[in-house]
């Protein structure tokens, strides 16, 4: 049987923290990252570690996918330690955070490891996690350090 691409829709903090789980150890290209600013959008491509496969069964095989992450009705974007210049760098993904604004906008901020964050201001959280294409396999499980 062939495996679902996954899709996810968050409207909730809830429901972006779940979005933000599945992406935990994602890869992005600073190239493959775009403000929309006409459309209110923002657009980020990665290459998402599937953990829900690892936590299947300890036979199965460590698997990346190109996935979509895309936030709507944004009303501004703001990067800290990401070099706009060099597009080639790549980005650590870590967590999504949310907290309502004073004006009772959404601040999402996107981090990632290095201290590098993409700051979102948007009127309501819709954003959507969206697979492309098939799956690969990858040698490298990402390992994290208990504190």
Same mark, same amino acid.
Request: aromatic share 6%; proline share 1%; hydrophobic share 40%.
């Given at each position: 049987? @062939?495996?679902? #691409?996954?899709?996810? %829709?968050?409207?909730?903090?809830?429901?972006?923290?779940?979005?933000?789980?599945?992406?935990?150890?994602?890869?992005?290209?600073?190239?493959? $990252?775009? +403000?929309?600013? !006409?459309?209110? $959008?923002?657009?980020?491509?990665? +290459?998402? /570690?599937?953990?829900? =496969?690892? *936590?299947?069964?300890? /036979?199965?095989? #460590? !698997?990346?996918?190109?996935?979509?992450? @895309?936030?709507? +009705?944004?009303? @501004?974007?703001?990067?800290?330690?990401?070099?706009?210049?060099?597009? *080639?760098? /790549?980005?650590?993904?870590?967590?999504?955070? &949310? +907290?309502? &604004?004073? =004006?009772?906008?959404?601040?999402? !901020? %996107? %981090? /990632?490891?290095? =201290?590098?964050?993409?700051?979102? %201001?948007? *009127?309501? $959280? *819709?954003?959507?996690? =969206?697979?492309?294409?098939?799956?690969?396999? &990858? @040698? #490298?499980?990402?390992?994290?350090?208990?504190?």
């Amino acid at each position: 049987m @062939k495996a679902k #691409n996954l899709k996810l %829709i968050a409207r909730t903090e809830d429901d972006l923290r779940v979005v933000s789980a599945h992406l935990q150890d994602s890869i992005a290209s600073v190239s493959d $990252i775009a +403000n929309l600013k !006409k459309n209110k $959008i923002f657009l980020m491509q990665l +290459n998402r /570690f599937m953990w829900e =496969d690892v *936590e299947k069964g300890v /036979f199965r095989k #460590n !698997k990346r996918i190109r996935t979509i992450l @895309k936030f709507e +009705n944004v009303l @501004k974007v703001v990067s800290k330690n990401i070099s706009q210049v060099q597009k *080639e760098n /790549f980005l650590d993904f870590l967590a999504i955070e &949310t +907290n309502k &604004t004073r =004006d009772n906008n959404y601040e999402m !901020k %996107i %981090i /990632f490891a290095g =201290d590098s964050i993409i700051r979102i %201001i948007s *009127e309501v $959280i *819709e954003v959507t996690l =969206d697979d492309q294409g098939a799956a690969w396999d &990858t @040698k #490298n499980k990402p390992k994290h350090k208990v504190l």
